[in-house]
């Protein structure tokens, strides 16, 4: 049950960016040849949402959108990236995006991001998206932790909300301090669910 919840939450490889696509598929290709008991897919499901549902705060003229997503193994995660976005009640657009991982990353190296939908809705094969965004700097470095906020949820002409709605994979890379690089694939399915639910 780890080894297939890994497979499904996270895609961690050490491959370049050009064979990410191509691991996706690999992986995709391999959990689709598994049987699964009616219980087991449960299970998986339960695993998974607990993973990626958003907190969510409300107060009279803001929602606060939180979750904190481990790699590389859930059971006993290296860190975390911590998501976050406000959005007010009266806009469509956010206000803010923040992605947050600890101070073990190399913040010389910065982080980029990357986007896939599937190839059809009954597809599992994963199209990458021409939208790259490689070695963004991050605008906040401590001790602790470094972090990256979006104002508006947008970077130069590219907007993070219309990307997020429009696909559905996630891919953040990051390299550790040790030179350790991570690729990490963050399902969007569950995100574009609730956010469709803000008033």
């Known amino acids: 049950m780890k080894k297939i919840i890994i497979l499904v ?71 975390y990236l911590s998501f976050t ?42 199209i990458m998206s021409k939208t790259k965004l490689e070695k963004i700097e991050f605008t906040e470095v401590n001790k602790d932790f470094l972090k990256i906020t979006f104002d508006y949820m947008k970077f130069n002409e590219i907007n993070f909300l219309d990307l997020f709605l429009e696909n559905d994979h996630l891919f953040i890379e990051i390299y550790s301090k040790k030179g350790e690089k991570y690729n990490i694939g963050y399902p969007l399915f569950k995100f574009k669910e609730q956010f469709s639910e803000l008033k």
């Open 9 to 79: 939450l996270l895609i961690s490889v050490s491959c370049s960016q050009k064979k990410i696509e191509s691991r996706i598929n690999d992986v995709v290709t391999e959990l689709n040849k598994q049987h699964f008991s009616k219980e087991m897919k449960k299970n998986i499901n339960l695993h998974i949402d607990k993973f990626i549902t958003w907190k969510i705060d409300e107060n009279k003229k803001t929602y606060m959108m939180m979750v904190d997503y481990p790699y590389q193994d859930p059971s006993k995660p290296i860190d």
């Open 85 to 126: 976005i406000v959005k007010f009640k009266t806009h469509k657009q956010p206000r803010v995006l923040s992605i947050s991982c600890s101070s073990i990353i190399d913040e010389k190296k910065g982080m980029s991001i990357y986007f896939g939908k599937r190839e059809s809705i009954n597809s599992q094969k994963i």
